[in-house]
Structures are given as structure tokens and as C-alpha cells.
């Protein structure tokens, strides 16, 4: 199973930005979805995670300026992000764990990462 992350880019303290992830393959079930980001000289971090009942959590850092949404006929996942703050520069990564057709055997995967650049 293969996610593809897009809508990184540079912005401006106080601007938004919306990141997508696709996921495609051979996928009976995708169970939760999530956003990490990792800032240099940083660990990754949970940005925000979703259910596939739509349960939601927020690192406290973002809370009440992010939001995780995902539509389950497309395999997306998004992430709409207000209010950027420099601190919030890193690169984000998409997540998906669930289960493959056929085999029904279970996977976990991460996008390839996209640079999101706040500037002050």
C-alpha cells in the first residue's frame, strides 16, 4: 500500500495550508489515519490521528488550529492547517494502517514526506 502526500509549500506566519494524502493498492480496509511531522534536529511527532469512525486527536500544539478529515471512497486523508506559526516548519508525514485485499493481512505504511516552510 503506497500514500502519496501533497500541499506542502512556504507560507507566512498566520496563513493557511492544506495537505492531502492518497492512498492506493491492494487495501480492504484502512483503519486509522494520521499526520506526523519531524523539525530538524527533531524526533517525529503525532500531529493529528483519525478512526475510521472519525475519532480525532491533536498534539496540544495544534489544537484549535489544525484539523484532520478523510474521505474513505477516496483513501485520503487531509490535514487543514490555520493560523501557521514558524515552530510549525517540518516535514509532514502521512500515515495509514489497515488491511490488504486477498491476503487480509495487515499494513502500516508512511508517505514520502512534504516540506511545510512558515516564515516570520
Known amino acids: 500500500v503506497q500514500l502519496q502526500a501533497s500541499g506542502g509549500g512556504l507560507v507566512q506566519a498566520g496563513g493557511s495550508l492544506r495537505l492531502s494524502c492518497a492512498a492506493s493498492?491492494?487495501?480492504?480496509?484502512?483503519?486509522?489515519m494520521g499526520w506526523y511531522r519531524q523539525a530538524p534536529g527533531k524526533q517525529r511527532e503525532l500531529v493529528a490521528a483519525?478512526?475510521?469512525?472519525?475519532?480525532?486527536n491533536y498534539a496540544d500544539s495544534v489544537k484549535g488550529r489544525f484539523t484532520i478529515s478523510r474521505d474513505n471512497a477516496k483513501n485520503t486523508v487531509y490535514l487543514q492547517m490555520n493560523s501557521l506559526r514558524p515552530e510549525d516548519t517540518a516535514v509532514y508525514y502521512c500515515?495509514?494502517?489497515?488491511?490488504?485485499?486477498?491476503?487480509?493481512?495487515?499494513?502500516?505504511?508512511w508517505g514520502q514526506g512534504t516540506q511545510v516552510t512558515v516564515s516570520s
Open positions: 500515515n495509514a494502517d489497515g488491511r490488504r485485499t486477498w491476503t487480509y493481512s495487515p499494513f502500516a505504511s
Open positions: 483519525i478512526t475510521s469512525g472519525g475519532s480525532t
Open positions: 493498492g491492494s487495501i480492504f480496509r484502512i483503519d486509522n
